[in-house]
């Protein structure tokens, strides 16, 4: 949150340790992102690209992950 750039070799990632089902938005976030929700084996359950900044609409998969992966918009492709 409250980023105005990250760069383009760099990502953050978000382990929760055990696997959980999680939802994220953007309300404070000012870069789109791709996010990659991945399970323990680091398997990509789902992949949600260019998320708007500022959105309060909360995105996840539907199913348990133990991480997600923020990365810079048009990466994951």
Same mark, same amino acid.
Request: no cysteine; glycine share 6%; aromatic share 8%.
């Given at each position: 949150?409250?980023?105005?750039?990250?760069?383009?070799?760099?990502?953050? @990632?978000? +382990?929760?340790?055990?696997? $959980?089902? *999680?939802?994220?938005?953007?309300?404070?976030?000012?870069?789109? @992102?791709?996010? @990659?929700?991945?399970?323990? +084996?680091? =398997?990509? &359950?789902?992949?949600?690209?260019? *998320?708007?900044?500022?959105? =309060?609409?909360? &995105?996840?998969? +539907? $199913?348990? *992950? $133990?991480? *997600?992966?923020?990365?810079?918009?048009? &990466?994951? $492709?």
């Amino acid at each position: 949150m409250h980023r105005g750039e990250m760069a383009p070799d760099h990502g953050m @990632l978000f +382990d929760f340790m055990t696997p $959980r089902r *999680v939802a994220f938005w953007m309300r404070n976030t000012f870069i789109p @992102l791709d996010m @990659l929700f991945l399970k323990s +084996d680091g =398997e990509i &359950v789902a992949i949600i690209e260019n *998320v708007t900044p500022h959105s =309060e609409d909360t &995105v996840g998969p +539907d $199913r348990p *992950v $133990r991480a *997600v992966l923020e990365l810079n918009a048009g &990466v994951s $492709r």
